[in-house]
């Protein structure tokens, strides 16, 4: 999670709960071979998650607040540079005569041509499709269209093995009978579907070949979409929506839990962030240590985590630390 191997993950985590570990206790402690725990170790302390010092060495986790400032900062970066590449090539393309088929950028202008681009994304790709979804819609959500599109979705998705990696904006969710008929049908039939308040642009792209960028125009009666060929244009297209989707949330099927938590949440999860062992929380809360791992569990369950780090990151996403 937001850069972090499973391994670097792993590491981490041990490092916080046991600082000031040598390569070999925390060998022992894992049950991972010396070699590459220390190439583990230097990835992270590139990262400036683990600093060490001493002879022989013993490392130290950077504190859990720090560190995932510090993760969501370096995306936020990632990101921005991605935003300014997609914005300067657009610059650099945007004089292109776009009903050529042979240059990059094609431009089409009618609601059929736009709809026959998207059904061939979808019939022609051999790997993934990734999306941008937030209104408006051509085809409205709970249409015919709309069924169809989604019903060859999940077709490619079973018989073809074609990924589907869907990032949904907040206005995508309320817009009428879009989660219920088209969202959580796509998602049930295999598709990996997170979230963002907003998104930058619509965006559809089909493996690392070409990608559709659809714009609203209907104010002056137009409908208008731009067809990216492979292109420096594209590969920034394809950055842009992996730091999106490095950001975004996962989409939660689960029925809505609570906006806030209680004070005894908020404290559990200020110890757990701050390294305490299972113990040390069970002796400042007067619990047994079964209680204390009960409880955790379900702390974790809710926050739809798997782990302590990532139970981090989406308490920080929901505004709980």
């Not at 190439?39 to 022989?56: M, N």
């Not at 269209?145 to 019903?151: C, I, K, L, Q, S």
């Not at 295999?190 to 493996?207: S, Y």
Request: glycine share 6%.
């Amino acid at each position: 999670m937001l850069g972090l191997s499973a391994d670097e993950e792993r590491v981490y985590e041990a490092l916080v709960a046991l600082p000031g570990s040598t390569v070999t206790a925390l060998a022992d402690h894992l049950s991972t071979p010396p070699d590459p725990l220390r190439r583990t170790i230097e990835a992270l302390t590139d990262k400036h998650l683990v600093a060490g010092s001493g002879s022989p060495e013993r490392y130290l986790a950077a504190p859990p607040d720090i560190a995932i400032n510090r993760l969501v900062q370096q995306r936020e970066r990632e990101l921005s540079a991605a935003r300014a590449k997609v914005h300067s090539l657009s610059e650099i393309h945007r004089s292109a005569h776009r009903t050529s088929p042979e240059l990059v950028i094609e431009q089409l202008t009618d609601r059929e041509t736009i709809a026959a681009a998207v059904a061939h994304m979808e019939s022609e790709a051999h790997h993934q499709v990734r999306v941008f979804d937030t209104p408006p819609y051509y085809e409205l959500p709970g249409g015919e269209g709309a069924a169809r599109n989604t019903e060859a979705q999940i077709a490619r998705h079973k018989n073809d093995g074609v990924a589907h990696r869907v990032i949904y904006s907040l206005d995508a969710l309320a817009w009428p009978q879009k989660l219920e008929t088209d969202i959580l049908p796509a998602v049930r039939g295999g598709e990996r579907a997170r979230t963002r308040r907003t998104l930058p642009i619509k965006l559809i792209i089909r493996d690392d070949q070409d990608a559709l960028i659809p714009f609203d125009l209907s104010r002056s009666g137009l409908q208008v979409a731009y067809l990216v060929r492979r292109s420096p244009l594209l590969t920034a297209l394809e950055a842009l929506f992996e730091g999106e989707w490095a950001q975004a949330a996962p989409l939660d099927m689960a029925p809505a839990g609570r906006s806030e938590p209680d004070e005894e949440t908020r404290s559990l999860l200020t110890m757990m962030m701050a390294g305490l062992t299972d113990t040390a929380i069970a002796r400042v809360n007067g619990w047994s240590t079964r209680t204390t791992y009960r409880r955790l569990q379900a702390l974790m369950t809710e926050l739809g985590a798997s782990s302590r780090f990532q139970a981090g990151c989406l308490a920080e996403r929901r505004g709980w630390l």
